[in-house]
Antibody, heavy 120, light 102 residues
Framework: QVQLQQWGAGLLKPSETLSLTCAVD????????WSWIRQPPGKGLEWIGE???????NYNPSLKSRVAISVDTSKNQFSLKVSSVAAADTAVYYC??????????????WGQGTLVTVSS | SSELTQDPAVSVALGQTVRITCQGD??????ASWYQQKPGQAPVLVIY???NRPSGIPDRFSGSSSGNTASLTITGAQAEDEADYYC?????FGGGTKLTVL
């Protein structure tokens, strides 16, 4: 059974760069897109972006200028960087596996989440 | 349009049936998937595809779709079903529905 384990810094100052990594344990890296999703406190879920094993990426247009997702297939890991963070970037960040084929699509499993707080 | 609309809150009496809906143009072309999120926890997939449940999800959860509307139905709601429920279509999320079990 695939499990995702994520980690990264939880407290940042404005203008710093957010950096998180997600490790994929127990399953193939191939054939999926690997996503980052965030949830501000008390609010809903927002898709940030995704990457596949070849390094092909897609980003949320609202965040694209500040986001970079990378993959290390030798370690079965993928990472998120968000530059120039502000208070509005305070959220729980999740990694998740995305499966989409034809008209079917879903996120499963999810990482445990990392609370990232941006405060001066 | 990528927007998905959900009712912010729904309530159901214990043991009764509740339907949570999700509306959006993209649902005419893609099935919705549904996630349950309890406080302080990561979302959990409960329905995907036409009406599929991952292993471990009780069969009181079911999904359906018609036109631009997808629905999650809980038949015989239990206290432990009280949670936030989100629909997605591709990478777009609905705003979530807070389900209260009375």
């Amino acid at each position: 059974q695939v499990q995702l384990q994520q980690w990264g810094a939880g407290l940042l100052k404005p203008s710093e760069t957010l950096s998180l990594t997600c490790a994929v344990d127990g399953g193939s890296f191939i054939g999926y897109y690997w996503s980052w999703i965030r949830q501000p406190p008390g609010k809903g879920l927002e898709w940030i972006g995704e990457i596949n094993q070849s390094g092909s990426t897609n980003y949320n247009p609202s965040l694209k200028s500040r986001v970079a997702i990378s993959v290390d297939t030798s370690k079965n890991q993928f990472s998120l960087k968000v530059s120039s963070v502000a208070a509005a970037d305070t959220a729980v960040y999740y990694c998740a596996r995305f499966k989409g084929f034809g008209i079917n699509n879903w996120f499963d499993p999810w990482g445990q989440g990392t609370l990232v707080t941006v405060s001066s | 349009s990528s927007e998905l609309t959900q009712d912010p809150a729904v309530s159901v009496a214990l043991g009764q049936t509740v339907r949570i809906t999700c509306q959006g143009d993209s649902l005419r072309n893609y099935y919705a998937s549904w996630y349950q999120q309890k406080p302080g926890q990561a979302p959990v997939l409960v329905i995907y595809g036409k009406d599929n449940r991952p292993s471990g999800i009780p069969d009181r959860f079911s999904g359906s779709s018609s036109g631009n509307t997808a629905s999650l139905t809980i038949t015989g709601a239990q206290a432990e079903d009280e949670a936030d429920y989100y629909c997605t279509s591709r990478v777009f999320f609905g705003g979530g529905t807070k389900l209260t079990v009375l």
